[in-house]
């Protein structure tokens, strides 16, 4: 069975600066995907970005990227010139395709404050 | 139409009470999804349809009922529910190997269920 670690609880940043999630996952498996995950006050869950674990590029979206250590097993996310509207629970999660509705695991989440 | 549909927003049922949660979309998704997630944890798989099929009951109490009766909707009924089954229930939907265009799952808003 796969798991997703996150092991910031919580984490704050003042508003425009550069803030790094952490998430670890272990898995046995070479193809899958890993994604960040939103989760703002308002419930929505909201995709931030995806990357494939063939691909040894990492991703990146705008003001977020990844840093995507397969070896390592770690998926990490930067977030750039931070905004208020970032403040959200952020998961990290793992996904093993191909299949038939395939099953999405996620870590424990982290709190992400963003302050003025 | 990229969205995610549930309804109702917010639900509040008696221990006796038989309801039902509904489920919408329309992107011409075959898998789709119901979690369970409690408050500052991560969602929680309960069940996956895929093309219609119940592929995944991840061990949930008879007293919830999932049904797909086309590949649009996804319900979920309610009966003799436990204050501890109160929690924010999230529908989600993809193509039927767990990805869709932008990555991952599309995921509702979710309903707030109170059970008391």
């Known amino acids: 069975a796969q798991t997703v670690t996150q092991s910031q609880p919580e984490m704050s940043v003042q508003e425009a600066e550069t803030v790094t999630l952490s998430c670890t996952y272990d898995t046995s498996e070479n193809n899958y995907y890993l994604f960040w995950y939103k989760q703002p006050p308002s419930r929505q869950m909201i995709l931030v970005i995806r990357q494939e674990a063939y691909k040894q590029q990492n991703a990146t979206e705008n003001r977020f990227s990844v840093n995507f250590q397969k070896a390592a097993k770690s998926f990490s996310l930067k977030i750039s010139d931070s905004q208020l509207g970032d403040t959200a629970m952020y998961f990290c999660a793992f996904m093993k395709p191909p299949a038939s509705g395939s099953r999405l695991t996620f870590g424990e989440g982290t709190q992400l404050t963003v302050n003025p | 139409d990229t969205e995610v549909t549930q309804t109702p927003k917010h639900l509040v049922m008696g221990m006796t009470n038989k309801k039902s949660l509904k489920c919408e979309q329309h992107?011409?998704?075959?898998?789709m999804y119901w979690y369970k997630q409690k408050a500052k944890k991560p969602p929680e798989l309960m069940f996956v349809?895929?093309?219609?099929?119940?592929?995944i009951n991840e061990s949930v109490p008879s007293r919830f009922s999932p049904e797909c009766p086309n590949s649009s909707l996804l319900n979920l009924h309610l009966h003799a529910l436990q204050p501890e089954d109160s929690a924010l229930y999230l529908c989600?939907?993809?193509?039927?190997?767990?990805?869709?265009?932008?990555?991952?799952?599309?995921f509702g808003s979710g309903t707030r269920l109170t059970v008391v």
């Open positions: 992107m011409g998704h075959r898998a």
């Open positions: 349809y895929s093309y219609e099929k119940l592929s």
């Open positions: 989600a939907s993809s193509h039927p190997g767990g990805d869709t265009p932008k990555g991952g799952y599309t």
